[in-house]
Antibody
Framework: QVQLQESGPGLVKPSETLSLTCTVS??????????WSWIRQPPGKGLEWIGY???????NYNPSLKSRVTISADTSKNQFSLDLSSVTAADTAVYYC???????????WGQGTLVTISS | QAVLTQPSSLSASPGASASLTCTLR?????????IYWYQQKPGSPPQYLLN?????????GSGVPSRFSGSKDVSANAGIFLISGLRSEDEADYYC?????????FGGGTKLTVL
């Protein structure tokens, strides 16, 4: 059973970079079986997929966020991370990390962390 | 136009059936896609329920009751999520999802009210 836990600041200033980390247990981020994803959900709104990273370092991002997003992995810590640059109030959301067998359903989710963009 | 469109809300009575639709954008053939369904309750992450590609190619999530099922309406270019024997605990937001061009796409979600 894969378990994931998000961590990072809950408050980020506009124009700065939002940085979150997802710590994985029960599986390795070096596994070729899984994609490691970030998804967000603005308060009261729907889910938005941000992107994923694969063990090879291959990434795929939502085209609407691609210019601002970087997802990376630290195999020594069994973590993967999200950087979202030039944030605005529209980036205020609960951010989830999740995993899935390649091109299958998202089966393991973190509990989510609320990030508020405000000065 | 969004890749996946869901009605924003649906109401149904306890014991009744509820049919939630997920319409694929014109030009994207629903028949070729595997459609995934998730349930989300307030304050919790989404939970995977099931996926459906065809009657011979579908999977129920672990522990997901059989009164939850999937299908397609090919003429409407849509995936269907059906809940039979509605219970109060089924009140939640439901999202459909597909893999499109190697990326995850979610529908906007349907808020199901059981009253």
């Amino acid at each position: 059973q894969v378990q994931l836990q998000e961590s990072g600041p809950g408050l980020v200033k506009p124009s700065e970079t939002l940085s979150l980390t997802c710590t994985v247990s029960g599986a390795s981020v070096s596994s070729h079986i899984y994609f490691w994803s970030w998804i967000r959900q603005p308060p009261g709104k729907g889910l938005e997929w941000i992107g994923y990273i694969y063990y090879s370092g291959t990434t795929n991002y939502n085209p609407s966020l691609k210019s601002r997003v970087t997802i990376s992995a630290d195999t020594s810590k069994n973590q993967f991370s999200l950087d979202l640059s030039s944030v605005t109030a529209a980036d205020t959301a609960v951010y989830y990390c999740a995993s899935n067998v390649v091109f299958a359903h998202l089966d393991s989710w973190g509990q989510g962390t609320l990030v508020t963009i405000s000065s | 136009q969004a890749v996946l469109t869901q009605p924003s809300s649906l109401s149904a009575s306890p014991g009744a059936s509820a049919s939630l639709t997920c319409t694929l954008r014109s030009g994207i053939n629903a028949g070729t896609y595997r459609i995934y369904w998730y349930q989300q309750k307030p304050g919790s992450p989404p939970q995977y329920l099931l996926n459906y590609k065809s009657d011979s190619d579908k999977q129920q999530g672990s522990g997901v009751p059989s009164r939850f099922s999937g299908s397609k309406d090919v003429s409407a270019n849509a995936g269907i999520f059906l809940i039979s024997g509605l219970r109060s605990e089924d009140e939640a937001d439901y999202y459909c999802m597909v893999w499109h061009s190697s990326a995850v796409v979610f529908g906007g979600g349907t808020k199901l009210t059981v009253l």
